[in-house]
């Protein structure tokens, strides 16, 4: 079971506040930038980002039906800011995968810990991932 939607709702108030400024440089972090499927408002969460591959891989700590991620699989991408950098990615896919492969060992073993077992994919729409991310 992914972390309640409880603890999600603080966050967004207050950790989400402070961690974003930091998780746009850190590696392992990275802020989706995305806009509201109603509002059209501009939004930004700090998220967990693996580089797998030639891809973007979030780890869903919340779950897949958290508002952030709706809004991402609605508009068919979003911008992650990555150690700096802006990277406007597309094709969202969901998926679940229990054994977290392509997770470095030390979050899959966290990831599983506090049971996540999905995940949103996205390519970036230029250049390639940056390494560990």
Same mark, same amino acid.
């Given at each position: 079971?992914p972390?309640p939607?409880?603890?999600?709702?603080?966050?967004?108030?207050?950790?989400?506040r402070?961690? $974003?400024? /930091?998780?746009?440089? =850190? @590696?392992?972090y990275?802020?989706?930038?995305?806009?509201?499927?109603r509002?059209? &408002?501009?939004?930004?969460? @700090?998220?967990?980002?693996?580089r797998?591959?030639? !891809?973007?891989?979030?780890?869903?700590?919340?779950g897949?039906q958290?508002d952030?991620? &709706?809004n /991402? =699989?609605? %508009?068919?991408?979003? $911008?992650?800011?990555?150690?700096?950098?802006?990277v406007p990615?597309? &094709?969202?896919?969901?998926?679940?995968?229990?054994?977290?492969?392509?997770? !470095? @060992? /030390?979050?899959?073993?966290v =990831?599983?810990?506090?049971? /996540?077992?999905d995940?949103?994919? =996205?390519?970036p729409?230029?250049g $390639?991932?940056e390494?560990? %991310?």
């Amino acid at each position: 079971m992914p972390i309640p939607l409880a603890v999600g709702r603080w966050n967004r108030v207050g950790f989400n506040r402070l961690s $974003t400024p /930091v998780a746009r440089h =850190l @590696p392992g972090y990275a802020v989706v930038h995305h806009r509201g499927r109603r509002s059209g &408002r501009a939004y930004q969460t @700090p998220v967990n980002l693996f580089r797998v591959g030639d !891809r973007y891989v979030i780890a869903l700590t919340y779950g897949p039906q958290t508002d952030w991620v &709706r809004n /991402v =699989l609605a %508009a068919g991408g979003c $911008t992650i800011e990555t150690r700096g950098r802006l990277v406007p990615c597309g &094709r969202p896919q969901l998926y679940r995968d229990a054994e977290r492969h392509g997770i !470095r @060992p /030390v979050e899959r073993a966290v =990831l599983g810990w506090i049971g /996540v077992q999905d995940f949103l994919e =996205l390519v970036p729409l230029w250049g $390639t991932p940056e390494p560990n %991310a």
